[in-house]
């Protein structure tokens, strides 16, 4: 079956560091999005990207759509202790939706 | 407009006793998710009901777990009898469309511990 596997498991990084989750999939995607996962919390949706190529930006979170969309990334420019949690990828194919292993981010001061 | 009710949203019970959660999705919203969250994991897709019709249910371990959506609104799901490995949490989802796209809403969760 369909895996869709993140990159690192675990990061700790110092506020203002910059951070990136990378998403694989084992097969092309249609659309893949984001979520963010706070402790104790639920996933909140982030974005969706459904281009080959496509590139998206919320303010210091930027998130690309590979080429083969096959994989995807996000990247957070300058931590801050709000962005601390869990992110997920969820790439959509044949109707089902898979969620990836999930990053969890820690930041400190 | 209100969220995605669920509940209980806690639920200790001993393994082979039965547990049933309750889910009622945003008004309106076509779709609706069951995901089984264990602890440091990803959100596993356990069905999907589009209205009240089952579109997925290929990851539901079927000789315990029972789910239905009866007049496609609130949904049920059921573990009978749980298993130690059941301790997890329970996430039920929503989506306004009949497609596979677009922001899911996911409820606070039911944790259940099976001792």
Redesign the interface.
């Known amino acids: 079956g369909q895996q869709?596997m993140q990159i690192p498991q675990y990061q700790h990084v110092q506020e203002g560091e910059d951070f990136t989750t990378y998403c694989n999939s084992s097969t092309t995607l249609?659309?893949i999005?984001w979520?963010k996962q706070r402790p104790g919390?639920?996933?909140?949706?982030l974005i969706?990207l459904?281009k080959s190529g496509e590139v998206k930006k919320q303010k210091r979170l930027t998130f690309q759509f590979g080429e083969a969309k096959k994989n995807s990334s996000l990247h957070i420019t300058a931590t801050q202790t709000t962005d601390v949690g869990t992110y997920?990828c969820?790439g959509?194919t044949a109707?089902?939706?898979?969620?990836?292993?999930?990053t969890r981010l820690q930041v400190t001061l | 407009e209100a969220g995605v009710a669920q509940s209980p949203r806690y639920k200790i019970i001993e393994k082979r006793q039965s547990v049933a959660f309750w889910c009622n999705p945003i008004s309106g919203h076509a779709t609706l998710y069951w995901?089984q969250q264990i602890l440091g994991?990803?959100?596993?897709?356990l069905i999907q009901f589009q209205n009240n019709g089952v579109?997925?249910d290929s990851q539901l371990p079927k000789d315990r777990f029972s789910a239905e959506r009866l007049k496609g609104v609130d949904s049920t799901l059921k573990i009978q009898p749980a298993k130690l490995e059941d301790s997890a949490v329970y996430?039920c989802?929503s989506r306004r469309g009949l497609?596979?796209?677009?922001?899911?809403?996911?409820?606070?969760?039911s944790r259940l511990t099976v001792l």
């Not at chain 1, 919390?41 to 949706?45: E, M, T």
């Not at chain 2, 497609?99 to 969760?109: D, H, K, Q």
């Open positions: 869709v249609s659309n999005q979520y919390g639920h996933p909140v949706f969706q459904v997920f969820a959509l109707s089902k939706l898979t969620f990836g292993t999930g | 995901y994991q990803g959100p596993k897709l579109v997925d996430l989802a497609v596979n796209t677009g922001e899911l809403f996911f409820g606070e969760g």
